[in-house]
């Protein structure tokens, strides 16, 4: 039994390590480096800093903690089980194994308390900068006078891989540029990474770094230094106006007799010798899965002092909605998830006589319902007068100023889109969206993947869609990239044909439970149809545009910028008494998800005659044309001219389609 403070910390901080070594030895792969030395930062900041509810993970005003180095994910699953979060030690034991809560790397909709998906490195930081920029947002549209109900920390683990990651770099410069002050990362800077030594191509001096992006640094030269970390967290703490770092010195595989300290602790098991050395070293006995009854009680006093810092909170809450009601019934509707009332009652209807570009159209689209929705927020790579995404009337932000609409994230894609995805993570308040163009979505794509992974309600706009954007070339053309998009799960990607369908697509998209991308064309397109059935057409994905009488002898299917061409086509085919139907097929994803009879009532299984055109690459269009359609599209790179000459000399023009829907019959 312990006798003093001292030796009980001491026996908590091995018993955090002792569960990583553990679980990882079990599941035969694991990261237990990490958590062997980073354990006596998180200790600290978990015992002593972090203000949270294990019995109500998901209480508002809580402080976050993102484990950005996620390959270290059982130090986050030690604590986690310990303070009394539902995350048995059975779970533990069932690392990395099927169906358990516990994966190799953290997973936000899977295991309770976790609230980033982390692993890719950089990531998880560049979710800490979204979520207090969030917090930053929320508190200046929220607190009042003697009412402050948004006020907590973002702390991040961030590691020497996380340092390396450019999109680190990106957020991080963003994040002093915003004077964040309630940001604070905890490097654990134990110098080393998976190949060895991290000197190895790793050099700059991360303090000087961070001073020039305006960051408050500190250093802890022992991470074991237990009061030398409480001083450090204070200290950030009271740095109001800028975000802070902690660069801790510490030592891979802390306790291991022949690890510690080399890159071997980095990603594989100790191996049981190693092990049992290794509780020797720690003074803990050699049994697997061990927990002191008095480290059990001393971790799980978190669970009333969450109670009760919460329910402070809501005494807080309680009397600042009764002083503001109106504020009061926003913030429930936007916590429920919910869409306000009659947020779409505004959205435009655009006129057949008139082409539009969908980028211009989107721009008016969002104008018009973004007011009745003041927890929606974003913006855009520094292409605001291009993608047309900033919100009418509101503030831009700046230098030590966060809390504004319009983000100006400059060019830095990749830090754009995972900020955004940290907006998204702070708890569904927030509506976030991004825009840049559509090839840049190269530069985000891990981003939108850990977005659509983590099922995120964000909208990731993207201008510029194809070849249509012309003189540019073909490094701005994307003819890829729609198609990479729609290869990834749970990911909606929306190209509409016009204004309308532009409409339709924002008011289905800000329905779904989930991520989607809105493809935009930068160039002018007609305006087919005005009517509500576009509305109702988008909404499952795609439907019958035109039509004939009977059963078509050919259908022709389109999405975006293309669907007037194939109209076109449509129109020659009826009056050369060819019977003809045009579909457009603006969400593949929508589409796939409805029921058969819809699918079979939009592209019946007997016509196999069928084209497609769509301005990039023809691969995946066949599950739609068959194996006897015909699909048109671009191959290749494109070129630099006026988009009207491209798509003639590439073959995207109505007669193309005649002359292929008419080799079919």
Request: with cysteine; charged share 20%; net charge negative.
């Amino acid at each position: 039994m312990t006798t003093n403070t001292a030796e009980l910390d001491q026996l908590a901080i091995n018993t955090i390590r002792t569960l990583a070594i553990d679980a990882i030895e079990a599941a035969n792969s694991g990261h237990p480096g990490l958590p062997m030395g980073a354990a006596p930062m998180a200790y600290v900041l978990w015992s002593r800093h972090l203000r949270h509810n294990p019995r109500n993970p998901h209480w508002p005003n809580r402080d976050r903690f993102v484990l950005s180095a996620g390959h270290g994910s059982m130090l986050l699953y030690a604590l986690l089980h310990l303070t009394g979060y539902d995350l048995p030690l059975e779970e533990l034991k069932n690392f990395r194994q099927w169906e358990s809560k516990t994966p190799g790397h953290p997973e936000v909709h899977l295991t309770p308390g976790v609230e980033t998906t982390t692993g890719p490195l950089g990531q998880g930081a560049a979710n800490a900068v979204g979520m207090a920029l969030a917090e930053a947002y929320l508190a200046g549209r929220y607190n009042r006078d003697g009412h402050t109900i948004v006020d907590h920390y973002t702390y991040a683990i961030v590691s020497d891989g996380d340092m390396m990651e450019g999109v680190c770099m990106e957020v991080s410069a963003l994040a002093g540029h915003w004077g964040l002050g309630k940001l604070i990362f905890m490097y654990d800077a134990n110098e080393v990474t998976l190949d060895g030594p991290a000197s190895l191509a790793f050099s700059e001096n991360i303090a000087d770094r961070y001073r020039a992006w305006n960051w408050d640094v500190q250093q802890v030269d022992d991470g074991n230094d237990l009061d030398a970390i409480d001083a450090a967290i204070k200290a950030a703490q009271a740095a109001t106006d800028k975000p802070s770092i902690i660069i801790v010195r510490t030592v891979i595989g802390y306790g291991s007799p022949n690890k510690a300290g080399t890159s071997s602790a980095h990603g594989s098991p100790l191996g049981k010798d190693e092990i049992s050395l290794t509780k020797e070293y720690y003074s803990l006995p050699d049994e697997p899965f061990y927990i002191a009854d008095e480290a059990l009680e001393h971790f799980r006093r978190a669970v009333p002092a969450g109670q009760e810092v919460e329910s402070a909170w809501h005494d807080v809450y309680k009397a600042w909605a009764e002083a503001y009601p109106d504020l009061a019934a926003e913030w429930e509707t936007a916590l429920r998830g919910e869409l306000p009332d009659d947020w779409d009652a505004d959205l435009p209807v655009f006129p057949t006589e008139k082409a539009v570009a969908t980028r211009s159209a989107s721009g008016k689209v969002m104008n018009a319902f973004v007011p009745r929705i003041p927890t929606m927020i974003g913006g855009d790579a520094d292409l605001a007068g291009s993608t047309k995404t900033l919100i009418d009337g509101e503030p831009n932000t700046g230098q030590g100023q966060p809390a504004a609409r319009n983000l100006r994230f400059g060019v830095r894609e990749h830090g754009m889109g995972s900020i955004v995805n940290g907006l998204a993570l702070h708890g569904g308040i927030i509506r976030p969206y991004s825009a840049t163009f559509l090839t840049f979505s190269d530069y985000m794509r891990p981003a939108v993947r850990l977005g659509a992974l983590s099922h995120l309600r964000t909208v990731y706009v993207f201008s510029h869609d194809s070849i249509g954007l012309g003189e540019d070339g073909p490094t701005h053309q994307p003819v890829e990239h729609a198609m990479a998009l729609r290869a990834i799960p749970g990911l909606y990607v929306f190209r509409p044909a016009d204004a309308n369908e532009t409409a339709a697509s924002w008011r289905t998209l800000m329905t779904l439970d989930g991520p989607a991308t809105l493809l935009l064309t930068r160039q002018n397109v007609p305006v087919l149809a005005n009517h509500e059935l576009v509305h109702t057409g988008v909404a499952h994905g795609g439907s019958v545009l035109a039509d004939c009488e009977g059963t078509p002898q050919v259908i022709l299917i389109a999405s975006g910028s293309e669907v007037h061409i194939a109209h076109e086509a449509y129109c020659h085919l009826t009056d050369a008494g060819i019977k003809a139907r045009l579909v457009s097929l603006p969400c593949w994803e929508l589409f796939d998800e409805q029921d058969e009879i819809y699918k079979e009532s939009v592209l019946p299984a007997r016509v196999t005659a069928r084209v497609s055109i769509e301005a990039g690459v023809t691969l995946g269009w066949q599950k739609y044309v068959g194996l006897d359609g015909i699909t048109i599209g671009v191959n290749h790179f494109g070129a630099s001219a006026p988009y009207e000459r491209i798509y003639e000399e590439y073959g995207l023009t109505a007669g193309r389609v005649i002359d292929a829907a008419r080799s079919l019959l």
